[in-house]
């Protein structure tokens, strides 16, 4: 371990302190920049609030041992802090988004847990590959997005005959329907919407979703992320 600040000083628990708002600031900047809904304090506030649980905890058991559960604290925090996930998350239409904010938040609470107790090693190796996972994996997810055989549609549909439509030129065109959902309209003036994931017979060309577009009876189509 190259770092490690497990022992109950003055110095360490300050050490520990200062890396947690380093960590939690360096992630939530990522998110602020891409304007998602945590940024850099709310990241932050994050892990130096699950930073302090570790310490209380610690604190506890250095001065009344016996009464004080250091993994039940901690297991709090890991669920607790769900409730700001949740309120990140938003679903609309179609399209689902705040997920990977969410998940920063979490793993920001995890960082600061185990930079709390000093394995602030741990913490920071993770917190790299955090970073790592939100600047170079959505890069490479593109490159890998632009050879990918799978296609993930919205489309809105007047009923039956731009189902068939396309239903009819996914076969002739050797494309496998992976998933098909349709859901009929709930008002007279509304489409049928028809979720799917397709495996295309050759790699996915914008060209193709012009051409399923002027099908007869699609009034929409949209690639989903």
């Not at 109950?8 to 890396?19: A, K, M, Y």
């Not at 380093?22 to 930073?51: E, H, M, P, Y």
């Not at 570790?54 to 802090?81: C, E, H, K, N, W």
Request: aromatic share 8%; charged share 15%; with cysteine.
């Amino acid at each position: 371990m190259f770092l490690s600040c497990y022992e109950w000083t003055p110095t360490n628990i300050i050490l520990r302190i200062f890396i947690s708002f380093l960590l939690g600031c360096i992630i939530g900047l990522d998110r602020g920049v891409k304007k998602r809904g945590a940024g850099a304090k709310t990241n932050t506030i994050v892990c130096l609030g699950s930073t302090l649980v570790m310490l209380t905890a610690q604190y506890m058991s250095v001065y009344f041992p016996g009464q004080a559960d250091i993994a039940r604290m901690a297991s709090q925090v890991i669920s607790g802090v769900g409730f700001l996930g949740v309120g990140t998350i938003i679903v609309t239409g179609h399209q689902v988004r705040g997920l990977t904010t969410a998940a920063s938040l979490w793993a920001c609470a995890c960082i600061g847990l185990a930079i709390g107790i000093g394995f602030i090693d741990g913490g920071i190796i993770i917190a790299i590959l955090v970073l790592i996972s939100l600047r170079i994996l959505p890069a490479i997810e593109r490159i890998a997005g632009r050879h990918s055989k799978y296609l993930a549609l919205y489309l809105e549909v007047d009923g039956n005959t731009g189902v068939s439509a396309f239903i009819d030129k996914m076969s002739q065109d050797g494309t496998v329907i992976d998933y098909l959902d349709i859901s009929n309209p709930k008002k007279e003036n509304e489409y049928t919407i028809v979720q799917a994931t397709l495996k295309l017979k050759n790699s996915y060309h914008p060209t193709y979703i012009d051409e399923i577009g002027q099908l007869p009876g699609i009034k929409s189509v949209e690639v989903m992320n």
